[in-house]
């Protein structure tokens, strides 16, 4: 009973800190409320049982929003005040509409999905991150490799067009230079 209510629980605080990211006009705002919001998904796969995915939601996706967030403090007016206003009650009518239909949705989702079985099975005596590593080295082997490929060259294309902007320090020349740089570059 107590890990119902907390799921649902998750659920709604999710679905209103994804509302806030979507709505919200200040970037600081929605990239905290995102950042909330992934934590608290990967609350929801350790009531689930499934401890190995709630550490990699935390690590992976929790420190790739908070990359993101240090990238919009940095390149964003962050002090700047915005007034949140709703032009359009249809529209915050249609949201809340659909909020409530989700709820139900939501609440309505364990009587619909009692008779739903799983494809693959997890091996007898296997804890949750040996099923995980199982299926993912058998079933889904190649994607697996084919991601971490595409991983690496991205990542070695990063380094190489960002070593070949770096052949001068631009905080070493002077403004007159850089200008000319500049529209050099625009050419």
Do not use: C, W
Not at 1 to 29: C, D, K, P, R, W
Not at 48 to 67: E, N, S, T
Not at 96 to 120: C, R
């Amino acid at each position: 009973m107590m890990e119902t209510f907390a799921f649902y629980f998750f659920a709604v605080l999710i679905a209103g800190l994804f509302l806030v990211t979507v709505l919200s006009q200040n970037i600081l705002y929605a990239m905290t409320s995102l950042a909330a919001g992934m934590v608290l998904i990967s609350g929801l796969f350790f009531i689930l049982g499934a401890d190995f995915l709630g550490v990699v939601q935390l690590i992976v996706y929790v420190g790739a929003v908070m990359a993101l967030y240090a990238f919009g403090m940095m390149f964003f007016d962050a002090t700047g005040t915005i007034k949140e206003r709703h032009s359009h009650p249809a529209l915050v009518f249609l949201l809340g509409g659909l909020s409530a239909v989700l709820m139900v949705v939501i609440f309505a989702a364990p009587q619909i999905g009692e008779h739903v079985g799983v494809l693959y099975p997890a091996a007898a005596g296997a804890n949750n991150p040996q099923a995980v590593g199982l299926v993912l080295f058998t079933k889904y082997l190649v994607p697996f490799e084919v991601a971490a490929v595409m991983l690496l060259v991205a990542m070695i294309a990063g380094i190489i067009l960002a070593g070949k902007k770096m052949e001068r320090s631009l905080s070493k020349i002077n403004d007159d230079e850089l200008e000319q740089n500049s529209g050099k570059d625009e050419r």
